[in-house]
DNA sequence: GGCTCTGTTCTATATGAGGTGCATCATAGG
DNA sequence: CCTATGATGCACCTCATATAGAACAGAGCC
């Protein structure tokens, strides 16, 4: 679990630490069950205060991406394969993204190429070993 | 130019304005050449202050989606139709949508979903009137 | 030239968010 | 008991958000 934040960046430093995590999930580098590193610690190794951590830590289990307990720490509880999404995640999701896509459409951008892009990251993503059977895997 | 913005919700006014704006010009309420709102008017209507509307704006100007002139107010320059984007938008614009994506993966959307899901939001914006003639034109 | 409408700029103020630091408590395990 | 961990609370600072008032500048119109 590597992490590397922008301190200086416009975006919240405790909002980094949850995007990056997210992502480490959605890539599968932290697969339910896997323990993230303390807050304490991982406050050391980032150079920021624990409580920032924390803050990271508690929006990803308000997400219901992450478990915390006393002693075992932040775990994660869901990823690709955990099924379904929660009910009512889906809307605020959505309407973030008619804003992301508005965006690219207002840009210039060709519906096309916005649908590919997004394809070329989520198989940047997804090794394609989630959904069947793989290029060059075992079937 | 219908605006209708949330005051109380988590995300700033000048930021909602500068989404509507943005999703407006993506479905073609706002195509190239015509006017919003003035700023002392706009912030009449939402009942919030013109420093506000104004900071809204200047957002989408340094995007490059609005030009403002002393007289003619803030008219839209650049929409679906105005060619490839600006340089360098591409890469922060791929950064957001990458973990806008991480979050539905790691949420249990299949990337399938998460496709048709962009699908749908595009084709509600883009009649597709905008690559090559359209219904009613001529050719 | 005056008048008005527009954006621009400046100052000021109040409220909240972001981030840090220190201290303390609670719990689970050796 | 001792230690590592998260949880909680408090104080503090900086900066973003939002409002408010005032004055300035350009562009169009009578």
Same mark, same amino acid.
């Given at each position: 679990m590597?992490?590397?934040?922008e ?9 980094q630490? &949850?995007?990056?995590?997210v992502? $480490? ?7 339910? =069950? ?11 190794d980032l ?9 990271g830590?508690?929006?990803? &289990?308000? /997400?219901?991406?992450l478990r915390?307990?006393?002693k ?5 509880? &869901?990823d #690709? ?7 009512? *995640?889906? /809307?605020g *999701?959505t #309407? &973030? ?5 508005? /965006?690219?459409? #207002?840009?210039?951008?060709?519906s096309e190429?916005i ?9 940047g993503?997804?090794p394609?070993?989630h959904?069947?059977?793989?290029? =060059?895997? $075992?079937?």
């Amino acid at each position: 679990m590597l992490l590397s934040i922008e301190p200086d960046g416009p975006v919240p430093i405790y909002q980094q630490i &949850r995007d990056r995590i997210v992502e $480490a999930i959605a890539t599968g580098d932290a697969p339910v =069950g896997s323990g993230l590193p303390a807050t304490r610690q991982l406050g050391v190794d980032l150079g920021i205060n624990f409580h920032t951590v924390n803050k990271g830590y508690d929006l990803l &289990r308000q /997400e219901g991406l992450l478990r915390i307990g006393r002693k075992a720490g932040a775990v994660v509880q &869901r990823d #690709a394969t955990s099924g379904p999404p929660r009910p009512g *995640w889906e /809307e605020g *999701w959505t #309407a &973030r993204m008619r804003t992301m896509l508005a /965006e690219a459409i #207002a840009q210039g951008l060709a519906s096309e190429e916005i649908i590919v892009h997004c394809q070329d990251i989520i198989a940047g993503f997804v090794p394609a070993t989630h959904y069947g059977p793989a290029v =060059g895997e $075992a079937s």
